[in-house]
């Protein structure tokens, strides 16, 4: 983890953009390991429409609007940021798991397996 200033040490604009570039490095490696988990959750789930987990969304993004204020985040600002991460994700999964099937079908059949 990165060494950053405190908010009230910071007395310049680089100083403050100093940490945001390193916090906003944190985060995007963070965001790289969490896709990781989109990606594998992808080759589980069987079927495009099993992308939207409307129910899961819902929990998360309450859980997480909560959990953001407990921090001194605005609620709705950590809504926005997740419920844009999660439509992408969901996004990929449909296209991924879309791309599979269509793979599948059109898999030449094996010699000896036509019957
Ligand atoms: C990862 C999942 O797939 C989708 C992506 C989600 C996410 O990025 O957190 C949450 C819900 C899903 O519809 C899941 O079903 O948990």
Redesign the pocket.
Known sequence: MTLVKQPADCVSKTDIRTAIDALDEELLQLFAR?QG??RR?ADL?QHPD?????Q??ET?VAALKDRAEELGLEGAQAEAV?RT??DW??AF?KRTIAARLEALQDEPTKPGSDF
Do not use: G, Q
């Open positions: 969490r988990y989109v959750m789930k099993e992308a939207f987990d409307h899961r969304i998360m997740w991460l999660i994700n969901v999964e």
